[in-house]
């Protein structure tokens, strides 16, 4: 070991069950697979394309797919292997080791994973009881800090803060505000208006949600042209291959699927979320998301977890003090979320007896 830092031996490896369970909610992903038809053409483009060539450096035809859908100039955008990697990139190219970054807890684990790859200074301002945001706490934290970063809507808990708070910790703090909407398509909530207000704003999305793309790996960030000039230099040349670059522009021109995909998953959401409610010992967080994080009242969350992973639903249980009787259940479709439910039933009622 002695060859390697000490940050990544301290470093907890990012580790999420991803056995093929029928039932798997566990990581926020759709639960429906991108149409036969896109696939198809996806497929016949990717025969056709130079597997010999290495791809656009700056994937231009998907950058032009993601302006179009955006209605964002393509100048302020920049594609890369998923929301991760560009939030790796953006870490890279505005913080030094041992600057202050001003996160949330409980928030995204891969803020404070890269924060500890970095070195950084990382300050988790706590959500308050009901995991909403303490704006003036993360204000006051933020303004020295060299970048501050939110996930609106935050993952695990599914809450945000509205547009006027966004714009009010912009314009008071002193450094990078990163706003990760990688549940926008959910949510319905963009920053994308305070980009011409405000030069300290870096919005990220993903493909990996609404779109159904988690395994092709393709996000991007909407920013000014200087910043997004910078991330692109920071970033390695050519991580989104030829597959994503033609599945991305393919699905961003044909985007009209993701339509009924958001409504059937916000109707389900609304069904599982109410069904959840009627349970006493059961305390869900009204979402703007995919999934719904909710308390247990009788039974650990980590038991919980347990008995429900036996029984063949796969949710996901995060092992720290304050989620400790809490789990996070994405939505699936309606017979995945009727079995959750009833399952959970079923535990609660054992559990009981
Ligand atoms: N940001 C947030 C808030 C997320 O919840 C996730 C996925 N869990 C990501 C970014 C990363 O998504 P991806 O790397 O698949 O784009």
Redesign the pocket.
């Known amino acids: 070991m002695k060859y390697i830092r000490k940050s990544i031996q301290e470093l907890k490896e990012y580790t999420v069950p991803q056995d093929k369970y029928e039932v798997k909610l566990n990581?926020?992903e759709s639960p429906y697979d991108v149409p036969e038809d896109l696939k198809e053409e996806i497929s016949k483009r990717i025969m056709d394309a130079d597997w010999n060539r290495y791809p656009s450096r700056t994937a231009i035809p998907l950058v032009e797919a993601l302006s179009g859908y955006t209605n964002f100039p393509a100048k302020g955008i920049v594609a890369a292997n998923?929301?991760?990697e560009v939030?790796q990139g953006v870490f890279q190219t505005i913080c030094d080791a041992g600057d202050k970054l001003i996160a949330i807890s409980p928030g995204?684990a891969?803020y404070p994973y890269l924060s500890k790859i970095m070195d950084l200074n990382l300050i988790e301002v706590p959500l308050l009881e009901d995991f909403s945001f303490d704006v003036p706490e993360i204000i006051k934290e933020g303004r020295d800090a060299k970048m501050v970063i939110l996930?609106l809507p935050n993952?695990p808990t599914g809450t945000t803060i509205p547009i006027e708070e966004i714009a009010e910790i912009a314009q008071n703090i002193n450094g990078i505000f990163v706003v990760?909407e990688?549940?926008f398509e959910f949510s319905k909530k963009t920053a994308i208006s305070l980009l011409d207000k405000y030069d300290n704003i870096i919005i990220?999305r993903?493909l990996?949600k609404a779109f159904g793309l988690?395994g092709l790996?393709l996000?991007y960030l909407l920013t000014n042209e200087n910043i997004a000039g910078a991330v692109q230099k920071a970033k390695l040349p050519f991580s989104v291959g030829i597959l994503g670059q033609i599945a991305g522009e393919i699905v961003l021109n044909k985007k009209e699927y993701i339509y009924d995909v958001v409504k059937k998953i916000l109707d389900e959401k609304e069904k599982v979320f109410s069904e959840l409610k009627q349970i006493p010992t059961i305390k869900p967080v009204p979402s703007s998301t995919n999934f719904i994080l909710f308390k247990t009242q009788n039974v650990p969350g980590k038991e919980l977890f347990d008995e429900m992973y036996r029984r063949g639903v796969l949710l996901r249980f995060f092992n720290t003090p304050r989620l400790k009787n809490t789990l996070r259940v994405t939505i699936g479709k309606p017979d995945q979320n009727e079995i959750f439910l009833k399952t959970l039933k079923e535990v609660l009622q054992d559990e009981k007896s």
């Open positions: 990581q926020n998923a929301s991760n939030i995204f891969i996930a993952n990760d990688a549940y990220i993903t990996s988690a790996r996000g």
